[in-house]
T-cell receptor, first 113, second 115 residues
């Protein structure tokens, strides 16, 4: 299983760009990298997913280097409402069905005025 | 029109009791999961069910048993509850596809407190 580690916490101010890096040294060839956001008293919510290079959607970008041993979630111009815990998830489809999934330790992002 | 729902939201019980948590999804997904989130916010997968068959059974005590009466439901039954079982339990679902890991949709969670 890929072991995933993240910084425990990060602080930022409104309007700044935030980059959260996840380390997954043992990532397997078929593993995808997915990031989730979790607010207090809610379930995690999907943000973005990628396999390699760069992926961008309306809320974030995901940068994955060629060796895929790490990934960086980039949140442009954060606001107070982006205060949450962010998890990276490394996972793949298994032969015969199902998934092999490893969540990172989570990064508490705090955005201030 | 809630996508993934869980009941109850809060569950407080005594050690040694047996309890169940229910989960339902109306997304038409083939795969459902149970996760445990401890007090340090670590998320760990416990089980997943695909088309009513158990696919992953992580190293959880056999006091925990998932039961899926149909594709839209995956209930979690816990026997002989222990203090260490106190946590937030999340149900999730995802569509199945040939090769790719798919986005999971999570329920709101059930906070279990064992006294």
């Amino acid at each position: 299983l890929a072991k995933t580690t993240q910084p425990i916490s990060m602080d930022s101010y409104e309007g700044q760009e935030v980059n959260i890096t996840c380390s997954h040294n043992n990532i397997a060839t078929n593993d995808y990298i997915t990031w989730y956001q979790q607010f207090p008293s809610q379930g995690p919510r999907f943000i973005i997913q990628g396999y390699k290079t760069k992926v961008t959607n309306e809320v974030a970008s995901l940068f994955i280097p060629a060796d895929r041993k790490s990934s960086t979630l980039s949140l442009p111009r954060v606001s107070l409402s982006d205060t949450a815990v962010y998890y990276c998830l490394v996972g793949r489809i298994l032969t015969g069905g199902g998934n092999k999934l490893t969540f990172g330790t989570g990064t508490q992002l705090k955005v201030e005025l | 029109d809630t996508a993934v729902s869980q009941t109850p939201k809060y569950l407080v019980t005594q050690m040694g009791n047996d309890k169940s948590i229910k989960c339902e999804q109306n997304l038409g997904h083939d795969t459902m999961y149970w996760y445990k989130q401890d007090s340090k916010k670590f998320l760990k997968i416990m089980f997943s069910y695909n088309n009513k068959e158990l696919i992953i059974n992580e190293t959880v005590p056999n006091r925990f048993s998932p039961k899926s009466p149909d594709k839209a439901h995956l209930n979690l039954h816990i026997n002989s509850l222990e203090l260490g079982d106190s946590a937030v339990y999340f149900c999730a679902s995802s569509p199945s596809s040939g090769r790719y890991y798919n986005e999971q949709f999570f329920g709101p969670g059930t906070r279990l407190t064992v006294l």
